[in-house]
């Protein structure tokens, strides 16, 4: 027979083991369990009567004009003409016309790079040019497709582009002076 004190390390292990199993489960209580809910889509939506209607508006007549002649803008600052106590003749604004100019039209330049005879070569070229960042244009004339680079301004920018050009396609580019189409 086993010895008394082999069996009661046996017992205490059963009870012990009991303990840590059971034990957890009586002193938890009632568990909750989450549930996740998934929301199904529809697979077509529900039409309903309930559809959201708007009303249609009549234009509003919006014949505003300016003025021909320049307009005088008074200011007046009544904070300070009262702290004062004495009123001052409050200075005109005087709005002044300032003409458009056209840059281009008096100072600009482009570089002539080269006339083909195939159009889809001087596209592609074109194409090329600027996705390396040029400012480049293909222009139909007659029977030939001219691939120009620019307008710009900067006659010293565009001589650098000249030589830059000349190394990327082989051809001595034109520097000429930009006519515009409608100056």
Known sequence: MASKFQSRLVGTIILVAIGVIVLP???DGKKTHYKEEIASIPIKPEVGNDLESFEVL????DSASLPE???EVTLEDTSLAQSEGAKEEPLPVIVKEIPERNEYQEN??????MALKNADNAKNLVKDLQKRGYQAHAKPENNFTRVIIGPDVSKSKLERQVIE???ITGSKGQLLKFK???P
């Open 25 to 27: 489960d009586v002193l």
């Open 58 to 61: 009549d234009p509003v007549d």
């Open 69 to 71: 002649t320049p307009v």
């Open 108 to 113: 600009a330049w482009i570089i002539q790079l």
């Open 165 to 167: 050009l000349e190394k």
């Open 180 to 182: 515009p189409l409608n």
